[in-house]
């Protein structure tokens, strides 16, 4: 079935660029999704990037698509503080489903 | 603004009790999905449904059943609750395949 990857931790610095990575088998999702979660509470959608698009820009949000390397990315620019939390990304199949990776635990320090 | 609300945040049991957790969203969905989350291990699908009384087994079944008897509400049930099944559940709802997931806030199962 489906294996999506992501490393489980990441820690930067304050007004630093964090870029989370996540790595999947299957290319025929139409939607990719990251999540975020903070602490104690269920998951918010941050952003989503079409399986068509290359690249998507939202405020300090990059999303990058490398379909031919399966590699999904999120940067956030200018890092604070309140951005600490569990980002996971997520994709769509054609079943129905959302397949998520582990979760990359984001650390940012003053 | 999409709700799915669970009915609890928090419930501590006994082994082998039956569990029912409840989940409830007012956006007419029609995907509704039940997730345990650990550590390390990220959200695991343990059902979905897709209709009013269908459901499908998603990757980690084992121990769990659902209801689906309305389409604004999914429960999860814990047939004799083990101490192996302590873990976060997260509900979420679709609108579609493979379309954008509301969450629940989650409910934290202490099994003892």
């Known amino acids: 079935g489906e294996d999506v990857e992501q490393s489980l931790f990441l820690s930067v610095r304050e007004g630093d660029s964090s870029v989370i990575n996540c790595t999947y088998t299957?290319?025929?999702?139409?939607?990719l999704y990251w999540y975020k979660q903070e602490p104690g509470a269920g998951l918010q959608l941050l952003t989503y990037?079409?399986?068509?698009?290359d690249m998507k820009q939202d405020q300090r949000l990059t999303v990058l698509l490398n379909k031919k390397d399966k590699h999904l990315s999120l940067r956030i620019a200018d890092t604070q503080t309140g951005d600490s939390a569990i980002y996971f990304c997520?994709?769509?199949?054609?079943?129905?489903?959302?397949?998520f990776g582990q979760g990359t635990e984001l650390s940012v320090k003053p | 603004d999409v709700k799915v609300t669970q009915s609890s945040r928090y419930l501590v049991k006994r082994t082998g009790e039956k569990v029912f957790l409840e989940c409830v969203q007012d956006?007419?969905?029609?995907?509704m999905f039940w997730y345990r989350q650990d550590p390390g291990l990220g959200l695991r699908l343990i059902y979905f449904?897709?209709?009013?009384?269908?459901?499908e087994k998603g990757d980690i079944p084992e121990g769990y059943s659902v209801s689906r008897e309305k389409k604004e509400r999914f429960s999860l049930i814990l047939e004799s609750a083990s101490t192996n099944q302590t873990s976060m559940y997260l509900c979420?709802?679709?609108?579609?395949?493979?379309?954008?997931?509301?969450f629940g806030q989650g409910t934290r199962l202490t099994v003892v």
């Open positions: 979420a709802s679709s609108l579609g395949q493979g379309q954008e997931a509301f």
């Open positions: 299957d290319s025929s999702s139409t939607y």
């Open positions: 990037i079409f399986s068509n698009m």
């Open positions: 997520a994709l769509g199949n054609q079943g129905g489903k959302l397949i």
């Open positions: 956006m007419d969905h029609e995907n």
């Open positions: 449904s897709y209709d009013v009384k269908m459901k």
